[in-house]
């Protein structure tokens, strides 16, 4: 199998955000009388939509407290939490490989597109990609994945490369092939069973994607 696409994942996937979530999280749930928690507790809210994490986190049905809280957390993030973040460990090195060896790359991330363009641009990797697509409250990932193959802006042969569990089966849903990575925040036994093609142990194994691409750039 070869690849138009190779859709990445953004958290746990090219950088650690692990730090600015937790912070932005402790601080909207502070902000509404709610426990603060440890960040070793929060590192499992990375991944799934904003509005899923708070409702668990608050243990609350109520859409309009979900709202609330997701509110003063990106009054946070937008300010500092989004560069409390940080770039994996030769990861700027293997997307630039990849691009220059042709692959078309995007994001597919839960987080605001725009968030996610200014941690992009933070590490100056932003020129790699042809598209960031961002979710919002209410987006499932795999419903994203949907709009980008209706919208004809990939197709059924992109590879999604991701560290949660969401990544995989929002591939599988709609008949991509998935990619898990290990560095990130889902544990090898959640990736495992999300049948992904390949699985990768270190940022340095992505470069094998390399020669698994159809489309290469003028």
Known sequence: ??????????????????????????????????????????????????DAVFARLARTDSKELVADLVARYRERFSDVGYSENTLYPGMAEVLQGLHDAGAVMAICTSKRADYAGKILRMFRIDLLFDFVDGGDVGIHKHEQIARLLEEGRIS???????DRDVDLSAAQRNGLDSAGVLWGYGTEEELRAGNPAFTFATPDDLNVLGGLTTQRRS
């Open 1 to 50: 199998m070869t690849y138009s696409t190779l859709l990445f994942d953004l958290d746990g996937t090219i950088s650690d955000p692990l730090v600015g979530i937790a912070r932005c999280l402790n601080h909207a749930l502070a902000s509404f009388g709610f426990e603060e928690r440890p960040e070793s507790e929060l590192a499992t809210c990375i991944g799934p939509p904003i």
């Open 156 to 162: 059924t042969r992109a590879l999604m490369i991701g």
